[in-house]
């Protein structure tokens, strides 16, 4: 009740529904890398306590109710970069999501490598090539250390192929006398002289990109794809994919199943920076 004499004020009330829910999949029997590089992609802090269990296999990972409380708690993430990833049901808006890391720059976050020494600063360029082909999408890659940008350790050709509406796969191409191509993915005249008879397969090697929640994530299979990199005798690429990052875990196996080259702590994580 207002007397009389006195001044009517407004009062606003805000109502929030709070924070959004982050909905994680259900890691119970999964490899403990493939679910670290998961969440780690997603901007998770994760670390990985050994606990021994008679009914668990071993390197499976076990996520209670606490375990996911605390991640949640300690994530920093922006969901709306993940959300161009729900509606993505085939391989046109995968090349679409792919090309947030074709016509841009991804690199490795340098605070990485500065965090931990173990791991390089390296940098990635794709660019998408071979437009008007209709067995699916093709990319050239070249990837190097930041100090030798114009000296790519890797060239590659990847081609993407859609198999169901949350499946795709992306084959590797060796390229013959790719040091001609060095730099091409910046000079239209170099992608030119690229000719589809200089490419091989390498079989075994492809990966499989499967849809899980708000991200694609995959891999090689087993051992399937051979490697004579050093005393590897085989290796593998874990993959996971989001709208504004990759991660990217290669490592070398030698015939015994230990690992020879590659990362050891996890994958390396590559942003997008830059439009072409």
């Given at each position: 009740?207002?007397?009389?004499?006195?001044?009517?004020?407004?009062?606003?009330?805000?109502?929030?529904?709070?924070?959004d829910t982050i909905i994680l999949p259900d890691y119970a029997g999964e490899n403990c890398a493939k679910a670290e590089l998961e969440l780690r992609s997603?901007?998770?802090?994760?670390?990985?306590?050994?606990?021994?269990?008679?009914?668990?296999?071993?390197?499976?990972?076990?996520?209670?109710?606490?375990?996911?409380?605390?991640?949640?708690t300690n994530a920093e993430m922006s969901l709306s970069h993940m959300e161009a990833l729900l509606g993505v049901k085939s391989i046109a808006e995968l090349v679409e999501l792919q090309t947030s890391f074709?016509?841009?720059?991804?690199?490795?976050?340098?605070?990485?490598?500065?965090?931990?020494?173990?791991?390089?600063?390296?940098?990635?360029?794709?660019?998408?090539?071979?437009?008007?082909?209709?067995?699916?999408?093709?990319?050239?890659?070249?990837?190097?250390?930041?100090?030798?940008?114009?000296?790519?350790?890797?060239?590659?050709?990847?081609?993407?192929?859609?198999?169901?509406?949350?499946?795709?796969?992306?084959?590797?191409?060796?390229?013959?006398?790719?040091?001609?191509?060095?730099?091409?993915?910046?000079?239209?005249?170099?992608?030119?002289?690229?000719?589809?008879?200089?490419?091989?397969?390498?079989?075994?090697?492809?990966?499989?990109?499967?849809?899980?929640?708000?991200?694609?994530?995959?891999?090689?299979?087993?051992?399937?794809?051979?490697?004579?990199?050093?005393?590897?005798?085989?290796?593998?690429?874990?993959?996971?994919?989001?709208?504004?990052?990759?991660?990217?875990?290669?490592?070398?196996?030698?015939?015994?199943?230990?690992?020879?080259?590659?990362?050891?702590?996890?994958?390396?994580?590559?942003?997008?920076?830059?439009?072409?």
């Amino acid at each position: 009740m207002v007397k009389k004499g006195e001044r009517r004020c407004a009062l606003t009330l805000t109502l929030s529904r709070g924070p959004d829910t982050i909905i994680l999949p259900d890691y119970a029997g999964e490899n403990c890398a493939k679910a670290e590089l998961e969440l780690r992609s997603l901007g998770f802090e994760v670390s990985i306590v050994q606990k021994h269990s008679v009914t668990a296999q071993a390197g499976t990972v076990e996520l209670g109710l606490k375990a996911i409380d605390a991640l949640r708690t300690n994530a920093e993430m922006s969901l709306s970069h993940m959300e161009a990833l729900l509606g993505v049901k085939s391989i046109a808006e995968l090349v679409e999501l792919q090309t947030s890391f074709i016509r841009k720059q991804a690199e490795v976050t340098v605070e990485q490598a500065k965090a931990d020494t173990s791991y390089m600063e390296i940098e990635l360029e794709m660019v998408r090539i071979w437009g008007k082909r209709k067995d699916g999408a093709w990319f050239y890659v070249e990837q190097a250390a930041a100090d030798t940008k114009d000296r790519p350790y890797r060239q590659r050709v990847y081609r993407v192929q859609e198999v169901n509406d949350s499946t795709f796969t992306s084959d590797i191409f060796t390229i013959k006398s790719g040091e001609a191509l060095q730099g091409a993915y910046k000079d239209p005249l170099k992608l030119d002289a690229l000719r589809a008879d200089s490419l091989g397969l390498l079989e075994g090697c492809t990966i499989r990109l499967q849809r899980r929640g708000n991200v694609y994530v995959g891999g090689t299979h087993g051992r399937d794809c051979p490697n004579q990199r050093g005393k590897a005798a085989y290796a593998t690429s874990e993959v996971s994919l989001s709208s504004n990052r990759m991660v990217s875990w290669d490592r070398g196996y030698n015939d015994a199943g230990e690992q020879v080259w590659g990362a050891e702590k996890g994958g390396y994580i590559f942003l997008k920076r830059k439009r072409y």
